[in-house]
């Protein structure tokens, strides 16, 4: 099973998200950097800087699909697109980035060590489609429902992984839509653990 960190860049903070993601017990297999023209240009040359102290120049590959740019280096993608809403960057990148997990992120969350580890784990059972988790936002613990067919209100889901085939169109600025269209896909997951801090 291959799985991708997204990394949706727009406040400062990618730094501190991908020292998180490097200290987890288990790995990745590829981190994808998703910027648009809300991404400050510091921001986007950390994550050159990235990829020079990474590889170095010399394996770099350049890709131009639509409105799109992609840069490869090994395990590291950035995906650009002046055009483009965070969502269109993300439904785009999860389409043409082969892996079958996608983990989402944004930049200054900072993940548990045993984040990757716990999502990914539940993934080994072929029925689960997504996977949430509960997360501390502004030093306050936001512990999140079970999502049900039946449920009422909107839950503030702000990251989530995703079974990679599952996505059919594009992602909705509420995440919690979102989610919720995967319940006649799979079976969606909730892990009542604060794994991450928005």
Known sequence: MTSAFFIYVKDPGVAKTVASIDNNCMEVDKVVFLTNSNT?????????????SCCGENKLEVVAIDNFTIKTIDSFV?????????????????????????????SSEVFASNYIYKVLNVFNDDSIGVVYTDYFE??????????????????????FAI???????????????????????SIIKHL??????V
Request: hydrophobic share 40%.
């Open 40 to 52: 400050a240009e510091a921001e986007r040359n950390i994550i050159d800087s990235v990829f020079k």
């Open 78 to 106: 950035h995906i650009h697109s002046d055009k483009s809403s965070k969502e269109e960057l993300l439904t785009f990148a999860i389409k043409n980035v082969d892996v079958d997990i996608a983990l989402t992120a944004t």
């Open 138 to 159: 502004n030093g306050v613990v936001k512990h999140l429902e079970y999502l049900q067919p039946m449920i009422t209100g909107k839950i503030p889901i702000k990251e």
């Open 163 to 185: 079974r990679s085939k599952l996505l059919e169109k594009d992602l909705s600025p509420e995440l919690f839509e979102t989610v919720i269209e995967f319940f006649n896909k």
């Open 192 to 197: 009542p653990e604060e794994l991450y801090a």
